[in-house]
């Protein structure tokens, strides 16, 4: 049979071709069948393109255009920073950034581990960049590396294609040309962290940087302008093809400080090292003129963050230069508030300008055996005013607070600002200490004691003032006691050729002196701290071309015992006085008003009241600017 | 020379052309189908590989290759062909051992290194198992008994076991399928089919287990693609994105923009059907379908009209293998069907699938050529 089989079939007979003919219908059947099989699976195929192409073609086109074009931020430029004079004090450099986006990186770790073998990354960039990456939805752009190199940027052309979704991006970075002059004044910007989303001032979706600190954080509003916006084609590699529309942002608005940069760096010369502060004020009109802290430090380390190392050596610098003394230093004012005592004295009507006050030395209340020195063994005799100015003489004041008495003397010393932040357009402004018994009630719990009144009497005790408080106060004796919020922001401009708009002239009030004659008493005397044949620091005003008004403070660290000499040599230096000394000049027509606090300096009228002669001549010798 | 000569020697040349024609006895319908195929095939090439001349130098120099091939074997009669078969199959399978030795290939050993030319041995299964499944059941009674529908199967399985063992799902897919279509074509009882098909489905948990992990990831993908849109699920979700977003007109040539953004990944090989069904949109794609239909349908009734049953089989599985192509690709790409690494054919760039559907076309060409020998 099966051989039979294998013969072709035109060799068989009529039945095999019989069988054959069968054969072929069978197969008509079966190919029809077949046929009509594929026609039905290839409609549904097409059923299913209509499906994709035409039911759900809104999806997908959606989706396809979700894919292409991208929403991109486009940052603005943040506005500059000058002084008064148009000095640049903060400005915009280009600089390359090494960026990723999350959303089109498979692996992330091993992007990263890749591309640390192109371009070093510092193990604290890698946690930030993982902190950074937390705040950001996952299409927008988180920057990895800030401030290329050249040859980095070189390096990871090379190997861009090996990198998908990251890309060097070139951006404008915040410079301090400045360096450490005015960090404590103009702050800096650093990278937007997890608190600073809180922040009203935040824009999300294209910030980077934020200030921080500073005139910075305190206009930001001002000067971060407004993000305009692209909508961009993109590859599936989340490079950039083509801008499809833009809107432009809008430029951050340039500031225009009160600050004088020459007056500024003359300020820090005049320190010669030492540490402390200085501020200089235009009595007329409260533009603070020079605001010194230091020693300082360069704001450009923390633009891009600073390295552990950077900080760490911040940290243990000798006295503390990342700490704002102009603005959160608390310093017994010592003498330099007897100007103000002795206006109280006047005001109060306890005392007139020629009131005398005998001097022995010593001073003692009434049925207490403890005794008030002055600072000139024998005392000076008597006193009036001008005299205890001049000499500043304790005596006269330990009892002027007496009879004024504390709480007195206190609600008429808050009229020059005491006790309470300024309202500086700074942010974090101490307020001091303005004693007084419901003060030391809240505060410390326990009675006021009438000693505590004596030794008030000569800024000491429980007196805590910050600098530009007492750069303010003395601003507001200097101009007829019409106090004027101290303020750095002197002008706003739209861009580089928009016009200036100058900060709405600062709220004035009447002056607060109920007699003129009592002010002119106090600023006489002030004037023969310096010139007169008494004075304490006559050896440093007597060369003056111009007639300065000043007095001079010296906070005492170390508390004199009885008969226990201060020998400045035997004591260690953070042990030694404070030096202040506050003075302006033209003593008759004001222009300038200082208040300087030399740390560990000994004597005000010694250490601290050079400076602030060197102060005054910066400005007022000053050839005048063309 | 007289203008009698011109006539005469013009008359003559139309002789010999005719005469030549008849020789040659191509099906025009089906040439013609083909050929367009191939031109729109490296059209779309062309837009898809955002005009890169090498590649559609490249493919296009294949199709010619391919064509060549086609028109050579539509030159051998089928006879000589069935008598080759047995050789030629059992060539295939000793290349298909040979590469599970010593093939080479990323993840999986397809190729073979000959030295001059790399080529993977299982594109020679495409034509050598239909051909040695056809040769077997050509001279046994048809419906086929079950002792020749187990050696049927057995030829089918082995050399679909080592394709699919190297790993490729697809061609072993394709292989697999021609042989089991001469079967069906065979005339195989309906109950048996459904049997078949029966234990098949019991049988697919089975083969989870011997899956590779690509392979069952491909699946899973398939279920739920947006599980992982990054990942496994991105090609899936793009290809549907690009047949989506093209609409019933489509964006228009060379403005895919999922491929020309790269979205699309292999976007000139597996899924080069989503660009032109971005670009040319369902009214394309229904032009497209129906050219393929055509060509299956021309197909099947060549098939028809052959003279043999060897040649019957061959031809028809031929003609519905292509379907699958067709079938699996254009699931794939609109999510019907799990990923698979099957091309569209003649669209999708790639050489050697190109000359291997074109060679076996030829096959179909020389059945038609030779049907006349025999008794309708």
Not at chain 1, 41 to 53: E, I, N
Not at chain 1, 211 to 220: A, D, L, M, S
Not at chain 1, 290 to 302: E, G, Q, T, W
Not at chain 1, 549 to 569: L, P
Request: glycine share 10%; proline share 6%.
């Amino acid at each position: 049979m099966r051989a039979r089989r294998r013969l072709s079939v035109l060799r068989r007979g009529p039945r095999r071709v019989k069988e054959a003919g069968s054969q072929l219908a069978l197969f008509r059947a079966r190919a029809f069948t077949g046929f009509a099989i594929i026609f039905v699976c290839l409609m549904v195929l097409v059923g299913r393109f209509f499906v994709l192409q035409v039911m759900r073609h809104d999806e997908f086109h959606g989706r396809s255009e979700a894919n292409r074009i991208k929403p991109r931020a486009v940052a603005p430029s943040r506005g500059l920073i000058y002084d008064r004079n148009g000095e640049l004090l903060a400005e915009n450099i280009p600089q390359y950034r090494l960026e990723l986006v999350p959303e089109q990186i498979r692996d992330i770790d091993d992007t990263l581990a890749r591309l640390r073998q192109v371009i070093e990354i510092a193990p604290e960039e890698l946690e930030r960049f993982g902190e950074t990456r937390s705040l950001k939805r996952g299409f927008n752009s988180v920057p990895v590396k800030f401030q290329l190199s050249e040859e980095e940027v070189a390096r990871f052309a090379v190997h861009r294609h090996e990198f998908p979704g990251v890309d060097v991006v070139p951006y404008l970075t915040r410079y301090y040309p400045q360096k450490e002059l005015l960090t404590h004044v103009v702050g800096y910007v650093g990278r937007v962290d997890q608190g600073d989303q809180e922040r009203e001032d935040f824009q999300a979706g294209w910030m980077t940087h934020i200030g921080k600190t500073g005139i910075e954080r305190q206009y930001e509003r001002e000067l971060q302008g407004e993000a305009g916006y692209e909508q961009v084609e993109m590859n599936a590699q989340g490079r950039a093809l083509r801008v499809l529309e833009r809107v432009p942002p809008k430029q951050g608005r340039n500031v225009y400080l009160t600050i004088d940069a020459q007056l500024q760096r003359a300020t820090v010369a005049a320190f010669e090292g030492r540490a402390g502060s200085a501020i200089a004020i235009d009595p007329r009109n409260g533009d603070v003129l020079a605001m010194v802290s230091l020693p300082s430090y360069d704001a450009n380390l923390f633009v891009n963050g600073i390295s552990r190392k950077d900080y760490a050596a911040l940290l243990a610098a000798p006295n503390r230069p990342l700490f704002n003394r102009a603005l959160q230093g608390g310093y017994e004012p010592g003498s330099t508030m007897k100007p103000f005592i002795g206006l109280a004295g006047l005001e109060l009507g306890v005392r007139t300008p020629s009131t005398t006050v005998f001097s022995t030395g010593e001073f003692r209340l009434p049925g207490n055996s403890f005794a008030w020195h002055d600072w000139k063994k024998g005392g000076h005799g008597r006193v009036d005013l001008n005299e205890a100015l001049a000499q500043s003489v304790n005596t006269y004041f330990y009892g002027l607070a007496v009879e004024i008495g504390v709480d007195r003397l206190g609600e008429y010393l808050k009229q020059f600002g005491f006790g309470a932040p300024t309202g500086i357009d700074l942010v974090g402004e101490g307020k001091g200490v303005l004693p007084s018994r419901e003060w030391k009630r809240i505060t410390q719990e326990k009675p006021w004691y009438p000693g505590e009144t004596v030794i008030a009497g000569i800024g000491q005790g429980y007196w805590v003032v910050t600098p530009i408080q007492l750069a303010s106060a003395l601003a507001t004796l200097a101009d007829g006691a019409v106090r004027i919020r101290p303020h750095l922001l002197l002008a706003t401009q739209d861009g580089l050729n928009g016009a200036r708009v100058p900060f709405g002239p600062p709220a004035t009030t009447a002056s607060f002196v109920h007699d003129p004659a009592n002010l002119e008493a106090v600023r006489t005397g002030m004037i023969s701290v310096m010139h007169g044949p008494t004075g304490t620091a006559r050896a440093v005003g007597a060369d003056s071309p111009y007639r300065i008004a000043g007095k001079s403070g010296t906070a005492q660290r170390f508390r004199r015992k009885d008969g226990a000499e201060y020998d400045e040599n035997r004591v260690s230096e953070h042990l030694r006085h404070q030096a202040l000394f506050v003075a302006y000049a033209p003593a008759e027509a004001p222009t300038i008003a200082v208040a300087v606090v030399v740390e560990h300096g000994n004597s005000g009228s010694k250490a601290a009241a050079p400076v602030a002669r060197r102060i005054l001549d910066a400005w007022l010798l000053r050839s005048p600017p063309q | 020379m007289t203008a009698g000569t011109m006539t005469q020697l013009r008359a003559g040349a139309r002789r010999w052309k005719q005469r030549l024609w008849r020789r040659i006895d191509l099906d025009l319908p089906l040439l013609g189908a083909l050929l367009v195929l191939c031109v729109v095939g490296l059209g779309v090439l062309y837009s898809a590989s955002a005009g890169s001349t090498d590649q559609v130098t490249n493919q296009a120099l294949r199709l010619v290759l391919g064509l060549a091939v086609m028109i050579t074997l539509s030159r051998v009669p089928p006879a000589i062909l069935r008598s080759w078969t047995p050789g030629f199959y059992l060539g295939t399978l000793a290349l298909l051992v040979a590469v599970t030795l010593f093939g080479e290939g990323r993840g999986a050993h397809r190729w073979l290194d000959l030295g001059v030319l790399r080529f993977q041995p299982s594109e020679l299964a495409k034509l050598s198992l239909p051909m040695m499944v056809a040769w077997f059941l050509h001279d046994r009674p048809l419906p086929p008994s079950w002792g020749s529908l187990a050696m049927a199967a057995l030829l089918v399985a082995i050399p679909a076991g080592l394709i699919a063992e190297q790993p490729d799902l697809g061609t072993a897919l394709l292989v697999g399928v021609s042989g089991a279509f001469v079967i069906f074509l065979g005339g195989i009882g309906w109950p048996r089919i459904l049997m078949l098909v029966g234990s098949a489905a019991a049988a697919a948990p089975i083969a989870w287990e011997f899956m590779h992990e690509y392979q069952r990831n491909r699946i899973r993908m398939f279920l739920d693609p947006e599980a992982d849109p990054l990942g496994n699920g991105w090609n899936i979700i793009q290809a549907k994105i690009a047949v989506g977003s093209g609409g019933l007109l489509g964006k228009g040539f060379e403005a895919s923009t999922q491929a020309q953004l790269d979205f699309l990944p292999e976007h000139t090989t597996d899924f080069i059907f989503a660009v032109f069904a971005e670009e040319w949109g369902l009214i394309g794609v229904a032009l497209v379908v129906a050219l393929y239909l055509f060509i299956i349908g021309r197909g099947l009734w060549i098939a028809a009209s052959a003279r043999d049953t060897f040649s019957r089989l061959l031809a028809g599985s031929i003609a519905m293998t292509f379907f699958v192509y067709v079938m699996v690709n254009g699931g794939m790409i609109t999510g019907l069907l799990p990923v698979v690494g099957v091309p569209m054919p003649l669209i999708s760039y790639g050489g050697t699938s190109a000359v291997s559907l074109l060679a076996a076309w030829g096959i179909v060409l020389s059945i038609h050529a030779h049907r006349r020998l025999v008794v309708g």
